[in-house]
């Protein structure tokens, strides 16, 4: 499932050809992607509009177009959107769901093999600050992302560190992937409560966020699955992967085998030497 250095791979991607074009035309093939709005109301709204920018909120990638009007668009479990140039034919390109036609030729396509992914418009700047206002917490590349406001995110809070990073609406665009990679660098164990954090802890685990964020967009993202490129690449941050996905192999600081355990409902893993199990959570000797 991409997470937020993956859309911002695909927004770096996208944003060079879009900006300052105009979005000739949307056309919704599966009423699903944006329900339930109807497909014609989205795209009366968004037809003829100049492309102002290119922008990322969390795991959302935003088209944001004239007069306040801006599509908002989820990759979800399997979305992908490709880059097609004018004149290539689009009509066997399997999993299509919409297809974003610019005024140079130039198309967008949202393809997606198991239907999760959405696309919405929104009216106005403020409609759209409501919307992420309610889903989105704290944007981890921002300024605002310092130690301090993460202590003010955790404090008081007995949820697992682990779930705590992948709640949306605490800190947005972290998913299973970039949680373990952080909580590793940040030598946590993913079910310390995370309101027990000693100042330090926090500080680590807010620079291990993002520099595992920021490694993961140097890699231009993870593909795990079905993750692309806009030109159909892959990511390497597969390959890059600390401990996520490599349960048996050396530990990169300490060379104990890493294990797998389960975190907050998602597969995860952890180096049992540098990621101490919490002593609240150890079972009672006999
Ligand atoms: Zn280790």
Redesign the pocket.
């Known amino acids: 499932m991409p997470e937020l250095p993956e859309v911002e791979t695909i927004r770096r991607q996208l944003a060079p050809h879009m900006e300052g074009r105009v979005l000739g035309e949307l056309e919704v093939l599966d009423p699903r992607w944006c329900a339930p709005a109807h497909p014609e109301e989205v795209a009366d709204a968004v037809r003829g509009r100049p492309i102002a920018r290119v922008s990322r909120r969390g795991k959302y990638l935003l088209v944001e177009l004239a007069d306040e009007v801006t599509l908002v668009m989820h990759l979800r479990m399997t979305g992908t959107l490709l880059r097609v140039d004018e004149g290539e034919d689009t009509a066997d390109r399997p999993h299509l769901r919409a297809r974003l036609r610019l005024d140079d030729g130039r198309r967008v396509l949202f393809c997606d093999q198991r239907r999760f992914g959405t696309g919405e418009v929104l009216l106005g700047a403020e409609t759209v600050e409501d919307y992420f206002g309610s889903r989105l917490g704290i944007e981890p590349l921002s300024p605002g992302f310092t130690a301090e406001a993460l202590r003010a995110l955790a404090r008081n809070r007995r949820a697992p560190v682990k779930a705590f990073l992948l709640s949306q609406e605490r800190v947005a665009g972290v998913g299973n992937i970039y949680a373990d990679e952080a909580l590793f660098r940040a030598r946590l164990h993913p079910l310390r409560p995370v309101g027990t954090l000693r100042r330090g802890q926090i500080s680590s685990l807010r620079d291990a966020v993002v520099e595992s964020l920021e490694a993961g967009i140097d890699a231009r993202g993870a593909t795990i699955d079905d993750f692309r490129h806009t030109d159909g690449a892959r990511g390497s941050f597969q390959d890059r992967f600390l401990v996520h996905r490599r349960e048996g192999e050396p ?1 990169p ?2 060379g ?1 085998p890493i294990r797998k355990l389960r975190a907050a409902g998602r597969g995860t893993y952890v ?1 049992p ?2 990621q101490p199990r919490p002593r609240v959570a150890r079972a009672p000797r006999a």
Do not use: D, E, Q
Request: net charge positive.
């Open positions: 530990c600081r300490c104990s180096c030497r540098c």
